[in-house]
């Protein structure tokens, strides 16, 4: 069964910086498209960016310049290093990816969520 565990959130002041990890474990045979997603308090959840499995990348205009989405292949692994954080990036963070396993020919899976909250 295929698992995506996300690890790193936590509390961080304005200004600061925390790393996301996301790791998909399972009977994987390829995976293309990994992402993060996040839910802020009272809103729908939103694309943070995305990375394909050759690199390419897509970033919420809000993220851009201050977050950087990167993956290790090897590892079914994707991280997400967020600098310059602001209040308005408290969210819960959600991995997500796109995947052909031994059981599921083509899937999308989440992981359970990490919370991150900016606050002085």
């Not at 995506?4 to 474990?25: I, K, N, T």
């Not at 970033?59 to 851009?64: E, R, T």
């Not at 599921?104 to 990490?114: D, L, P, R």
């Amino acid at each position: 069964q295929v698992q995506l565990v996300e690890s790193g959130g936590g509390l961080v002041q304005p200004g600061g910086s925390l790393r996301l990890s996301c790791a998909a474990s399972g009977s994987i045979l390829s995976i293309y498209t990994m992402g993060w997603y996040r839910r802020a308090p009272g809103r729908q959840r939103e694309l943070v960016v995305s990375i394909t499995s050759d690199g390419r990348t897509n970033y919420a205009d809000s993220v851009k310049g201050r977050f950087t989405i990167s993956r290790d292949n090897a590892k079914n692994t994707v991280y997400l290093q967020l600098n310059s954080l602001k209040p308005e990036d408290t969210a819960v963070y959600y991995c997500n990816a796109n995947l052909v396993s031994a059981t599921i020919a083509y899937g999308n899976y989440w992981g359970q969520g990490t919370q991150v909250t900016v606050s002085s």
